[in-house]
């Protein structure tokens, strides 16, 4: 996998901040802290993709995605397991949307996110996000300007050599 642009990583900050926002969502309301999918979450959706109900490789996927325009958290209540290529589909489009959803798994995950009561209001979420990824952003273009991380490869200390192994 090509190593993602440095334009990026305002988002990443971003993602790791609504990350942690999630912690604090789930601990402000007494839930355990969300490490990985356990048991009793992927047997809820039958150990199978929320959206299109495939029993495959699953991974975590947040209903309303946890990107700046979104504002999801990492809480309970906002992750669900899918499939690689619906984690794909959905991208950053809304949950209601996704074109292999049917009723009854639609149903499924509103219940879901109704059971853990998961609302948070992100009113305010929205405007330290904002300013974060402007800062991150304005910061990252000004190393990229500085010359530090231009779009040649060269910073001091990623150039090691790995012996090839015997
Ligand atoms: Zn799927």
């Known amino acids: 996998m090509a190593l993602r642009s440095y334009a990026d990583v305002p988002n990443r900050i971003v993602r790791l901040f609504l990350e942690q926002a999630g912690r604090q969502y789930d601990q402000n309301r007494g839930l355990p802290l969300f ?24 991974v975590a996927e947040h209903v309303v995605p946890i990107n700046r325009t979104a504002v999801g ?5 906002n992750i669900v397991p899918a499939c690689e290529p619906c984690n794909k589909i959905k991208a950053g489009h809304p949950w209601e949307e996704h074109p292999r959803l049917d009723w009854p798994r639609k149903s499924a995950i509103a219940a879901y996110i109704a059971e853990y009561q998961y609302q948070p209001d992100i009113t305010e979420l929205r405007i330290v996000v904002e300013k974060l990824y402007e800062l991150a952003d304005t910061q990252t ?8 991380v231009a779009s040649r490869p060269h910073i001091a200390g990623l150039h090691t050599s790995v012996p090839p192994s015997p």
Do not use: Q
């Open 141 to 148: 273009r000004a190393l990229i300007d500085f010359g530090l």
């Open 35 to 58: 490490r990985s999918m356990t048991a009793p979450l992927l047997a809820r959706f039958g150990n199978s993709c929320a959206y299109c109900g495939h029993a495959t490789a699953l």
């Open 73 to 77: 958290l990492h809480a309970w209540g």
